[in-house]
């Protein structure tokens, strides 16, 4: 199962990536990876949480259809009933065969004591409790009579035992002196245990010594709020089905409890405990009333009602907003208690694959929120420089800074820098002597060290400067164009990171005014509230971070519109649709500013009206840029080959 889901990991990283691409938010991604399901490396669908939701919803509506409004007191006041027709077909039985004897007096002794014997059982009343206490001290003259009251008098005292403490029903079943006052001192000390801790006294010590002892009776618990949470649920689903019945079969009960029990000590132990564990335990709901009990006895009857307040629990949880980012909360043990072992092992695998992003490092979790790390947005850079190498479908590409060769000829701006393995055939001699003469002093003959190296610097040959100016106006968004142009950012990001990385690199959003963008943010990109298309702010602001840098810049723009804002004299953003005359001209005055910089626009118009194509189209006649007129669909591919041709053009 572990490879499973390190196989899973980049493929799910992958979708989430995608997912973070087009909305910007990073728990909805992985909400949504979680609740929808993937299908993991082996092929196989594992089910999300919106599918185990409908999982739970139907196994709680087959629990509550299958809920009378039945007492579970009928099943056993039919049973007495049974025994009693044993008794009385026993004694005919004993009267006829006296009488059959032909021996008079027998047959007057049997007809007596079967008189004696039914008058005796029509007084026993018409409640259930009474009439139970009364067979309780009957003398049973049908021996199959008596056998079935001893069974119906053991089921009784397991079902009762087991509707407060389901694993200590069969040790319960038999009215064992020993088994019955040990479960007494259990329920004293573990409510002595939980007094003595409300009163912030220290209680470990003596709480794994409990654990320790009573052990059988809470299966599984490694500490003492196990212990306790065990036996409030099954406390509270027993109060739930008692006062499902009436106040009479309720009166009944607490008759039947205190007859089996036979101990005033045990049942005051027992009310101490169901009152500590309400303390213990206000989440959950101990004023329920169960809807129905139905046809079997009490403990089935508690069964039923525990199941359905797990189900109810599991349920709510599930339908909750952010339930991805609590699924290590989710008690797999309930899961497959009542959905089974499939259920349980899709949420395991879903446990796991939120977990398996956290441990290699791609996911964090900060007040309810996920993040990704740098190395899942590397991850998804990488993903999304692979799609849209696919997709120019240009194996030419994978050149770039390969060839060592420069073009040296015409003017060039030399600087020196640290030698590097590779670089000898553009040594810069002078301060390589430099340096060894400053490190040997003077005189012959003079030893170069590998330190002492220096090599030129092109930097107009070498280097590259390049600012991506997106548009984040809301129609960005409205025509579905901001995810994939924030696919193409990531992966141009991460490819000028992984080729060209002396290469300066930034990214400006704008809107009403233009800002710089984190590049370790642009995963989780939006659009910008304000209104306008603020080409102007952006183009200054690209021109004044590339100011201190040599060789080719460049800034690409990507736009699916023309500017309708524009900084006024004050330096505040002005909107106007349609567009005025001073935001075309402020723009295209900026434009003449980057040109005389030696800034090249490269515009990437995003199916753009007619009407505006003048517009962009004069950007690339004052400027020298070019323009490219492009669906989103192809944004990324005309991107990259632009700027890998541009490069490859360049060191050749």
Same mark, same amino acid.
């Given at each position: 199962?572990?490879?499973?889901?390190?196989?899973?990991?980049?493929?799910?990283?992958?979708?989430?990536?995608?997912?973070?691409?087009?909305?910007?938010?990073?728990?909805?991604?992985?909400?949504?990876?979680?609740?929808?399901?993937?299908?993991?490396?082996?092929?196989?669908?594992?089910?999300?949480?919106?599918?185990?939701?409908?999982?739970?919803?139907?196994?709680?509506?087959?629990?509550?259809?299958?809920?009378?409004?039945?007492?579970?007191?009928?099943?056993?006041?039919?049973?007495? @009933?049974?025994?009693?027709?044993?008794?009385?077909?026993?004694?005919?039985?004993?009267?006829?065969?006296?009488?059959?004897?032909?021996?008079?007096?027998?047959?007057?002794?049997?007809?007596?004591?079967?008189?004696?014997?039914?008058?005796?059982?029509?007084?026993?009343?018409?409640?259930?409790?009474?009439?139970?206490?009364?067979?309780?001290?009957?003398?049973?003259?049908?021996?199959?009579?008596?056998?079935?009251?001893?069974?119906?008098?053991?089921?009784?005292?397991?079902?009762?035992?087991?509707?407060?403490?389901?694993?200590?029903?069969?040790?319960?079943?038999?009215?064992?002196?020993?088994?019955?006052?040990?479960?007494?001192?259990?329920?004293?000390?573990?409510?002595?245990?939980?007094?003595?801790?409300?009163?912030?006294?220290?209680?470990?010590?003596?709480?794994?010594?409990?654990?320790?002892?009573?052990?059988?009776?809470?299966?599984?618990?490694?500490?003492?709020?196990?212990?306790?949470?065990?036996?409030?649920?099954?406390?509270?689903?027993?109060?739930?089905?008692?006062?499902?019945?009436?106040?009479?079969?309720?009166?009944?009960?607490?008759?039947?409890?205190?007859?089996?029990?036979?101990?005033?000590?045990?049942?005051?132990?027992?009310?101490?405990?169901?009152?500590?564990?309400?303390?213990?335990?206000?989440?959950?709901?101990?004023?329920?009333?169960?809807?129905?009990?139905?046809?079997?006895?009490?403990?089935?009857?508690?069964?039923?009602?525990?199941?359905?307040?797990?189900?109810? @629990?599991?349920?709510?949880?599930?339908?909750?907003?952010?339930?991805?980012?609590?699924?290590?909360?989710?008690?797999?043990?309930?899961?497959?208690?009542?959905?089974?072992?499939?259920?349980?092992?899709?949420?395991?695998?879903?446990?796991?694959?939120?977990?398996?992003?956290?441990?290699?490092?791609?996911?964090?979790?900060?007040?309810?929120?996920?993040?990704?790390?740098?190395?899942?947005?590397?991850?998804?850079?990488?993903?999304?420089?692979?799609?849209?190498?696919?997709?120019?479908?240009?194996?030419?590409?994978?050149?770039?800074?390969?060839?060592?060769?420069?073009?040296?000829?015409?003017?060039?701006?030399?600087?020196?820098?640290?030698?590097?393995?590779?670089?000898?055939?553009?040594?810069?001699?002078?301060?390589?002597?430099?340096?060894?003469?400053?490190?040997?002093?003077?005189?012959?003959?003079?030893?170069?060290?590998?330190?002492?190296?220096?090599?030129?610097?092109?930097?107009?040959?070498?280097?590259?400067?390049?600012?991506?100016?997106?548009?984040?106006?809301?129609?960005?968004?409205?025509?579905?164009?901001?995810?994939?142009?924030?696919?193409?950012?990531?992966?141009?990001?991460?490819?000028?990171?992984?080729?060209?990385?002396?290469?300066?690199?930034?990214?400006?959003?704008?809107?009403?005014?233009?800002?710089?963008?984190?590049?370790?943010?642009?995963?989780?990109?939006?659009?910008?509230?304000?209104?306008?298309?603020?080409?102007?702010?952006?183009?200054?602001?690209?021109?004044?971070?590339?100011?201190?840098?040599?060789?080719?810049?460049?800034?690409?723009?990507?736009?699916?519109?023309?500017?309708?804002?524009?900084?006024?004299?004050?330096?505040?953003?002005?909107?106007?649709?349609?567009?005025?005359?001073?935001?075309?001209?402020?723009?295209?005055?900026?434009?003449?500013?980057?040109?005389?910089?030696?800034?090249?626009?490269?515009?990437?118009?995003?199916?753009?009206?007619?009407?505006?194509?003048?517009?962009?189209?004069?950007?690339?006649?004052?400027?020298?840029?070019?323009?490219?007129?492009?669906?989103?669909?192809?944004?990324?591919?005309?991107?990259?080959?632009?700027?890998?041709?541009?490069?490859?053009?360049?060191?050749?």
């Amino acid at each position: 199962a572990d490879d499973d889901v390190a196989d899973d990991l980049e493929e799910i990283l992958g979708q989430i990536g995608e997912d973070v691409l087009e909305h910007g938010d990073v728990t909805r991604a992985l909400e949504d990876l979680m609740r929808s399901g993937f299908v993991g490396e082996d092929g196989e669908h594992v089910e999300g949480l919106d599918a185990l939701l409908e999982r739970v919803r139907a196994r709680r509506r087959e629990l509550e259809d299958r809920a009378d409004s039945s007492s579970p007191l009928d099943r056993y006041a039919q049973w007495l @009933e049974h025994v009693e027709r044993l008794e009385a077909e026993g004694l005919e039985r004993s009267v006829r065969d006296a009488h059959d004897s032909g021996d008079t007096d027998r047959a007057d002794s049997a007809r007596r004591h079967a008189e004696s014997q039914n008058l005796e059982r029509a007084l026993w009343g018409s409640r259930f409790a009474e009439r139970f206490e009364s067979a309780s001290h009957y003398e049973f003259s049908s021996p199959e009579a008596a056998e079935e009251f001893s069974h119906l008098e053991e089921e009784l005292r397991r079902d009762l035992a087991a509707s407060y403490f389901d694993a200590a029903k069969e040790a319960l079943s038999h009215p064992d002196p020993v088994e019955m006052a040990r479960l007494r001192d259990m329920m004293n000390e573990l409510s002595e245990l939980l007094e003595r801790r409300r009163r912030g006294e220290d209680v470990s010590e003596e709480s794994e010594k409990f654990l320790r002892r009573y052990q059988e009776y809470f299966p599984g618990a490694s500490t003492l709020d196990d212990a306790v949470r065990q036996l409030a649920e099954r406390g509270a689903a027993a109060e739930a089905m008692f006062r499902s019945l009436s106040a009479d079969e309720q009166g009944q009960l607490r008759q039947l409890m205190g007859q089996l029990t036979n101990d005033a000590d045990f049942d005051w132990a027992l009310h101490r405990l169901m009152s500590n564990l309400r303390h213990e335990t206000p989440d959950l709901d101990w004023s329920q009333v169960s809807r129905g009990t139905g046809s079997g006895g009490f403990s089935e009857a508690v069964d039923t009602t525990q199941s359905l307040s797990q189900l109810r @629990e599991i349920e709510s949880f599930l339908a909750r907003s952010g339930a991805a980012l609590a699924l290590p909360e989710v008690d797999v043990d309930q899961i497959r208690a009542h959905l089974g072992d499939d259920a349980a092992r899709h949420v395991e695998r879903l446990r796991q694959t939120l977990s398996g992003l956290r441990d290699r490092g791609y996911l964090t979790t900060s007040r309810g929120e996920f993040t990704l790390t740098p190395r899942a947005l590397s991850a998804i850079g990488r993903r999304a420089l692979r799609d849209l190498f696919a997709d120019a479908a240009r194996a030419a590409l994978a050149g770039g800074h390969t060839s060592r060769e420069r073009d040296v000829r015409g003017e060039r701006e030399e600087t020196s820098r640290t030698f590097e393995s590779g670089d000898l055939a553009h040594l810069h001699v002078a301060d390589t002597l430099r340096n060894a003469l400053r490190r040997e002093g003077p005189g012959v003959p003079l030893k170069v060290a590998p330190d002492d190296f220096v090599v030129h610097d092109y930097e107009g040959e070498r280097r590259s400067a390049t600012v991506f100016a997106i548009d984040l106006s809301r129609s960005m968004a409205l025509r579905g164009n901001l995810g994939p142009a924030k696919k193409m950012l990531v992966a141009m990001v991460e490819l000028i990171r992984q080729r060209y990385p002396r290469d300066f690199l930034a990214v400006v959003g704008f809107s009403a005014l233009a800002f710089e963008l984190r590049l370790d943010a642009l995963s989780t990109l939006t659009i910008d509230d304000s209104y306008g298309t603020n080409l102007q702010h952006a183009l200054a602001l690209g021109r004044h971070l590339m100011r201190d840098q040599r060789g080719v810049r460049q800034i690409v723009v990507v736009t699916d519109g023309e500017p309708t804002a524009h900084l006024d004299a004050d330096g505040e953003p002005f909107f106007s649709w349609p567009p005025v005359h001073e935001t075309l001209e402020r723009t295209m005055a900026e434009v003449l500013r980057c040109t005389k910089a030696g800034i090249v626009i490269n515009t990437f118009a995003l199916d753009i009206e007619r009407s505006q194509f003048p517009f962009v189209e004069q950007i690339a006649r004052v400027n020298g840029g070019r323009t490219f007129y492009t669906s989103i669909d192809d944004l990324g591919a005309y991107v990259l080959d632009d700027f890998v041709t541009r490069r490859q053009r360049r060191a050749s």
